[in-house]
């Protein structure tokens, strides 16, 4: 895999990608740079489990799927809410809260100003 600073790394969701990242060495290092370097990271959905089978983001706050919740809450203090952000890591719960998700990466890229120029044409209400 190839070295780079990337603005962000996102993973999606899903149960058998989530799989696939988990057992990805690949997607291990790239993460591990990324949270070496201070980059923004995301996870939505299940993947906040590859976060922690990668050791990354450990102790910090997160949120996932609820069905997921039995995984983190002992390595992370688990927050049961749309999206959480500690620091340069941002998790969301899944499908329902990915316009929150995705307005909340442009926020920390581009600022809130962006965030709710994109949110107004998609009828999407953006709460910094």
Not at 9 to 38: H, T, Y
Not at 63 to 86: A, F, G, N, W
């Amino acid at each position: 895999m190839g070295q780079g600073n990337y603005d962000v790394v996102v993973l999606p969701g899903g149960l058998a990608g989530n799989k696939a990242l988990m057992e990805s060495c690949d997607v291990g290092e790239l993460l591990r740079q990324q949270e070496s370097q201070g980059g923004l990271i995301a996870a939505i959905c299940a993947a906040p489990t590859a976060l922690a089978k990668h050791g990354i983001g450990k102790g910090k706050a997160l949120t996932s799927h609820p069905d997921m919740k039995r995984q983190l809450e002992e390595k992370y203090c688990y927050i049961e809410q749309s999206v959480v952000q500690d620091g340069n890591l941002i998790t969301s719960r899944g499908p329902g809260t990915s316009f929150d998700f995705a307005l909340k990466i442009v926020e920390q890229l581009l600022g809130a100003e962006v965030a709710k120029n994109v949110a107004k044409p998609m009828l999407v209400t953006f709460k910094p």
